[in-house]
């Protein structure tokens, strides 16, 4: 039977280039998280809890390729409980899973000698680099309730999704200068501009969505901002791979490498925007 379905399968699909292998998962991704987002408050907390746990393992996987000894099972319990702790409690549920996770590797540090300072610091970032910085998400869509608290979060999606993009295709085509050469040799001056412009435009857009106080001239801004933090974030993430010696953090997303890959411009983009959303008045939320 799969023979004969292979038989049938077009010569362009048995064999897709890397554009096709990367377009398709990453429809799958976007399919997946539109989905989730707009499906309701619990729907989209369980995606980030996942995002989070898979990210983090990712990131200690390399790590430990680099001679690191992080504690997994706490980096990543910690990591999937920051999103719920910050949609029931507020911000003193983040302080709160910080505290117990500070005290419980400061437990392992003391009772496994082979732990090191730098593993403890190592575990404890992991955890709050995957999990903490996309709690910014629930406090957007909790912000403004349903379904326009999803329309938001989906929209800080797309202008990451939109950075991404537009950076890839222009520097594909046009990229003549590097951005960082050393940390990322494929990226480019005018990828990295295009994909402002990518996510300039996206902010414009959540000037129409209902709840949100914010004009042209402000979400140019805080486009701008939220798009140098998508880039800094991808750039943060590649020297890691550098440093550690990986070309990709996993396997688990054909065309894109692991699931870190993907979201690592979402994670600093994410807090960014919900601190410039709540700074700027921009949106209703008690910060408890």
């Not at 987002?37 to 393992?57: H, K």
């Not at 430990?64 to 719920?84: C, F, Q, T």
């Not at 003193?92 to 009772?111: D, E, I, P, Q, S």
Request: proline residues 5%; aromatic residues 10%.
């Amino acid at each position: 039977m799969k023979q004969a379905a292979l038989d049938k399968t077009p010569k362009k699909l048995k064999n897709p280039s890397d554009i096709q292998v990367r377009f398709r998962t990453g429809l799958v991704y976007t399919v997946l998280t539109v989905v989730c987002v707009l499906a309701g408050d619990i729907p989209m907390l369980l995606m980030l809890m996942a995002v989070a746990g898979i990210c983090a393992g990712e990131f200690y996987y390399m790590l430990r390729s680099d001679a690191k000894l992080p504690n997994e099972m706490l980096g990543i319990v910690a990591a999937m409980l920051y999103p719920p702790s910050v949609y029931f409690y507020g911000l003193t549920g983040a302080f709160v899973v910080n505290l117990m996770l500070l005290l419980a590797l400061l437990v392992w540090y003391v009772f496994w000698t082979r732990a090191r300072i730098p593993d403890v610091g190592i575990s404890f970032f992991g955890a709050a680099y995957t999990g903490l910085l996309l709690c910014g998400l629930v406090v957007i869509r909790q912000s403004l309730g349903d379904p326009w608290g999803g329309v938001l979060v989906l929209l800080v999606f797309v202008s990451v999704w939109a950075n991404d993009s537009f950076a890839y295709l222009i520097g594909c085509k046009f990229g003549r200068h590097k951005l960082a050469p050393r940390t990322s040799p494929k990226k480019s001056w005018e990828g990295f501009l295009a994909g402002l412009v990518g996510s300039m435009v996206f902010w414009c857009v959540m000037t129409l969505v209902p709840g949100v106080t914010m004009g042209i001239p402000m979400a140019l801004l805080f486009g701008l901002i939220c798009g140098l933090m998508s880039v800094l974030g991808d750039l943060a993430e590649s020297r890691i791979k550098r440093n550690s010696g990986f070309k990709d953090s996993g396997t688990i997303m054909p065309g894109h490498g692991g699931l870190l890959d993907r979201c690592d411009s979402l994670f600093l983009a994410a807090v960014t925007s919900a601190i410039l959303l709540v700074a700027g008045g921009c949106i209703p939320y008690v910060i408890m």
